[in-house]
């Protein structure tokens, strides 16, 4: 599927294709909740980095968290101007960028679930739905983005161009 996104202030744009459309997956750790000032969510969707086309570039500026005394190897990417994170780049993974579901303008299609992780880490403030459609994990779940997609039939099979 071929995403388009942005951030809040037009200075960058971007495209990109994804096997993974889904906005499945809800993160309460500390990173994605202070980064992006919210109480978690940060959704990250799993796609090609070979196709991201990127307008604006000089806008963009990059943090690399800190988990447990180490730098992460994850570039967090986001604009220098009005601050909206637009996706993740890992050089341990290469071949995919995710961005986040928040910066994408396409319609994303509805998952037929969502699995709420780093449940540990959520603050006490923060509410978590329960009941049918919901799934949690402590830490991380048992299924990767491509694995999660696979087993609901929702991976689009045809490849990038």
């Known amino acids: 599927m071929k995403l ?3 951030c ?7 495209a990109l294709e994804c096997r993974t459309p889904y906005p499945f997956m809800r993160c309460y750790c500390s990173v994605c909740r202070k980064i992006g000032g919210s109480g978690g969510y940060a959704i990250n969707l799993m796609c090609d980095h ?4 990127v307008t604006g570039k000089d806008a ?16 967090r990417h986001f604009c220098g101007n009005c601050g909206s994170h637009l996706w993740l780049w890992d050089s341990r993974w290469p071949e995919f960028v995710h961005p986040h579901a928040g910066s994408i303008d396409t319609p994303l299609p509805s998952p037929p679930e969502v699995v709420h992780i780093m449940l540990d880490f959520k603050p006490d403030w923060v509410d978590v739905p329960v009941g049918p459609g919901h799934v949690h994990f402590a830490r991380y779940p048992e299924l990767s983005i491509e694995d999660w997609h696979k087993s609901k039939g929702l991976y689009e099979t045809e490849a990038p161009s």
Do not use: M, Y
């Not at 809040?8 to 971007?14: E, G, T």
């Not at 963009?60 to 570039?75: C, K, L, M, Q, Y």
């Open 4 to 6: 388009s996104g942005s």
């Open 8 to 14: 809040q202030c037009k200075s960058v744009s971007f």
């Open 50 to 53: 070979g196709s991201l086309q």
């Open 60 to 75: 963009i500026r990059i943090h690399h968290a800190v988990i447990d005394g180490e730098t992460s190897s994850a570039e």
